[in-house]
């Protein structure tokens, strides 16, 4: 069984930074896309950043140059550095996952089979 935990939100002022972790557990594909998403409360859950096995990412417009992502492969541990926060970064992260490899399919909702339950961001101004 497929696990995604999320941990490292938080609150933070305007500037601040922050870096969420999202272990994987039971997950045994070679190949694979994990992501990170960001939902607000009325909104769709949006794509933020994401990253495959051969090390291609994509960010959002609104989070480039500030957010980088990472893959520890070995651990199976997908990471998100948050720098620069600005209030509108506020929201639940998601960490998903692809159901093995996805051929540059890697952004969408529907392009990921497992999820985590999530961890709040809030960015106060």
């Known amino acids: 069984q497929v696990q995604l935990v999320e941990s490292g939100g938080g609150s933070v002022q305007a500037g601040g930074s922050l870096r969420l972790s999202c272990a994987a557990s039971?997950?045994?594909?070679?190949?694979?896309?994990m992501s990170w998403f960001r939902q607000v409360p009325g909104k769709e859950r949006e794509a933020v950043a994401s990253?495959?096995?051969?090390?291609?990412?994509r960010f959002a417009d609104s989070v480039k140059g500030r957010f980088t992502i990472s893959l520890d492969n070995a651990k199976n541990t997908l990471f998100l550095q948050m720098n620069n926060l600005k209030p509108e970064d506020t929201g639940g992260y998601y960490c998903?996952?692809?159901?093995?490899?996805?051929?540059?399919?890697?952004?969408?909702?529907?392009?990921?089979?497992?999820w985590g339950q999530g961890t709040q961001v809030t960015v106060s101004s």
């Open positions: 998903a996952a692809t159901r093995g490899e996805t051929f540059g399919y890697c952004w969408e909702i529907r392009d990921f089979g497992y």
């Open positions: 039971g997950y045994s594909y070679s190949s694979y896309c």
């Open positions: 990253i495959d096995t051969n090390g291609k990412t």
